[in-house]
Structures are given as structure tokens and as C-alpha cells.
């Protein structure tokens, strides 16, 4: 493809094939991208996805599958999915980024176990789930407004916490800044930070340690 190299060799190196990153895509693009990774590997992940994009590629792969809320595009092999990966949100507005996260970590092998709506405004509920997050191999925490949940979370388990800010949240929050500023600066040990609204990035590097805690 000459709008294109695909990096055919990454599943080698990687353990996990490329993925692609639909939006802003032309539409005949992303359908011959979809089809040769297809053809290539039995299966294709894709995030940022259109339903009007899912339409498209529809046509040439129909078995493929999308979500809405998580807006993953994806056609999966069936697989034994291994570990335990906890996705914990603030707030039910963070589950977009939850769900880009879950669907891709389960798409790459991995268990995951969704802890929603249990943010620092009504701490209890999260101290609720503090067991279930314990037996984790890795969190990832989301949340928008100020983004408190990844520091809270940290202080209470020794698992590793991803954080995720999220654009949830009002004018001073900058869509986002506010809650990834936050993240960064946490003094709570062992909290690594994702871009704003990044779920996929989360879910790739907690598959990656909870691959290495299964070995």
C-alpha cells in the first residue's frame, strides 16, 4: 500500500500486532489497512472508530464487531484470557475511557475485572472493592475532575496503578489537564501516567506486567 506500511513484523517482536488508530482515517484507507491485517493475522484491533467507519469495513470483514461506549472496532480470535487486570473509574462519565481500556486488554489476553462509579466524593464505595482491587496483578484508575482516585488507589494497595486523567469535568479542568497534573504529582508510590483519555495506553502497559505476572 503506498498511503501505508504496515509493520507486519510487530506481533514478533511485541507479542501483540498492530494496531489501528481510526479516527481521522480516510475511509478507503482504513478498510484496506483492516482487510490486510485481517488476512495477515486472524484477527485486528482497532480504536477511535465511527460507526459510520464500522459500516465500511462491515462490508468487506462482516463478521467484524463494534462498540459504541468504548468505540473499539475489532474482529477477535477466541482465546484463554489470563490474570487480572482491575479498571477502576470515578465516575460513570469515565466509563468511554474504561471501556476502550477493558476491550482492549481483553482483546490482548487478559482478564479484567470492571470497578465502576466508585469515586473519592463517596469514598466508601471504593473502600468496599479495596479487596478485589488488592487481588489484582495491576490497576488501571480513571478519572476526570481533579483526579484523585489513582493517588487514593495507590495508598491502599501495593498493585501497580496506571492512571488515566480523563476530559471529564468543567471549565477549570481543562478538559483533562486538571486530572493528569494531578496524577503526576501524586507522592502516593507507584501511580505511571497515560495520556488524558488514553485507555488504550493503559491497557497495553497492564497487559504487558500482567503478562510478566503470570509467568
Same mark, same amino acid.
Given at each position: ?6 509493520d507486519?513484523?510487530r ?15 480516510e475511509d478507503?484507507?482504513l478498510? &484496506? ?8 493475522n486472524?484477527?485486528?484491533l #482497532?480504536t477511535?472508530? =465511527? ?11 462482516p463478521e ?12 477477535? &480470535?477466541?482465546k ?8 477502576v473509574?470515578?465516575?460513570t462519565?469515565?466509563? &468511554? ?6 476491550q ?5 489476553g ?7 462509579d466508585?469515586?473519592? =466524593? #463517596?469514598i466508601?464505595r ?5 479487596d ?22 495507590a ?12 476530559s471529564?469535568?468543567?471549565?477549570a479542568?481543562?478538559? #483533562?489537564?486538571s486530572?493528569l497534573?494531578?496524577m ?6 507507584g ?9 488504550? #495506553? ?5 497487559v ?8
Open positions: 500500500m503506498e498511503f501505508a506500511k504496515l507486519t513484523d506481533e514478533l517482536r511485541q507479542n501483540v500486532a498492530e494496531v489501528v488508530f481510526c479516527e481521522g482515517k478507503e484507507h478498510v &484496506k489497512i483492516f482487510r490486510r491485517l485481517y488476512e495477515q486472524g484477527q485486528v #482497532g477511535r472508530a =465511527s460507526a459510520h467507519q464500522y459500516d465500511l469495513v462491515k462490508e468487506v470483514i467484524v464487531e463494534y462498540n459504541e461506549t468504548s468505540r473499539i472496532l475489532k474482529v477477535e &480470535k477466541e484463554e484470557l489470563i490474570g487480572n487486570i482491575a479498571i473509574t470515578a465516575g462519565a469515565d466509563i &468511554k475511557v474504561a471501556e476502550e481500556a477493558a482492549t486488554a481483553e482483546f490482548l487478559a482478564k479484567v475485572n470492571r470497578v465502576f466508585v469515586g473519592v =466524593s #463517596g466508601h471504593l473502600l468496599d472493592k479495596e478485589e482491587i488488592r487481588e489484582a496483578n495491576v490497576v488501571i484508575a480513571i478519572a476526570g475532575m481533579e483526579g484523585a482516585l489513582a493517588s487514593v488507589i495508598g491502599l494497595v501495593k498493585n501497580p496503578v496506571i492512571a488515566v486523567p480523563t471529564v469535568g468543567y471549565g479542568s481543562f478538559e #483533562g489537564l486530572a497534573l494531578t503526576i504529582n501524586s507522592c502516593a508510590n501511580v505511571t501516567v497515560v495520556n488524558i483519555d488514553n485507555g488504550y #495506553g493503559a491497557a497495553y502497559s497492564a504487558q506486567i500482567n503478562r510478566l505476572a503470570e509467568e
